[in-house]
């Protein structure tokens, strides 16, 4: 089945403890991206990949950092969280090319004490 | 980078009541998009439009692409309860070719 998973899909931390929330999708999709979504702001993009080893920051990229070493994962990495970043965070994926449309995984709900 | 705008940020409706969407974009879009988010959900796209004036129907779903090719909207006819979520446009963003911004949504709400 196409799917894009994420892990976890909800995580409690405190203040400053590093965490990675996975992102795999098993298309074959060269671009993958990072939203969060909070109420009364829509879905924001943090950092997107046009490619394997190609990342490049969305609209609200601080705090956040992302990589792509292979092409079907793109882990979103935050290294000192803090309670502003509590927020639902999706994954998604699609391929090559203007007007493809994105695939998203089920969301990852973020709590940051 | 690229703006898109939707209005109203929240609809109630009886159900059988129609439903109406709006988006706008202060710049000409190449093409635009629509989701539906079920709530507790992910994003789920609907459809893409591309050309100018263009009109999609998905059974009671109109979506329609301004001449100017700078707005759109969602027309839902008789709304149903299966209907309810948020609705959300996007046009190409930052991303260049590869992206997509997101209007904030319309949350649709049904009374029955």
């Known amino acids: 089945e196409a799917q894009v998973t994420q892990n976890p899909r909800y995580l409690i931390t405190v203040t400053g403890k590093k965490l990675t929330v996975t992102c795999s999708q098993n298309m074959n999709h060269e671009y993958m991206s990072w939203y969060r979504q909070d109420p009364g702001l829509g879905l924001r993009q943090i950092y997107y990949?046009?490619?394997?080893?190609?990342?490049d920051k969305g609209d609200v990229p601080e705090g956040y950092k992302v990589s792509r070493k292979e092409k079907r994962n793109f882990p979103l990495i935050l290294e000192s969280p803090s309670p502003n970043q509590t927020s639902l965070y999706f994954c998604?994926?699609?391929?090559?090319?203007?007007?493809?449309?994105?695939?998203f995984g089920p969301g990852t709900r973020l709590t940051v004490l | 980078g690229q703006q898109v705008m939707q209005i109203p940020q929240y609809q109630h409706v009886q159900e059988g009541e129609d439903f109406t969407t709006y988006c706008n974009s202060s710049t000409t879009l190449s093409n635009i998009q629509w989701y539906k988010q079920r709530p507790g959900g992910h994003p789920v796209f609907l459809i893409q439009l591309v050309k100018s004036g263009e009109v999609k129907k998905q059974k009671r779903l109109t979506f329609q692409f301004g001449e100017a090719k700078k707005n759109s909207s969602l027309h839902i006819t008789a709304t149903q309860t299966t209907d309810v979520g948020t609705y959300f446009c996007?046009?190409?963003?930052?991303?260049?070719?590869?992206?997509?911004?997101f209007g904030k949504g319309t949350h649709l709400i049904i009374q029955p």
């Open positions: 990949s046009m490619n394997v080893e190609v990342t």
């Open positions: 998604a994926s699609s391929l090559a090319g203007e007007g493809r449309d994105l695939f």
């Open positions: 996007a046009g190409p963003g930052r991303g260049g070719a590869d992206g997509l911004t």
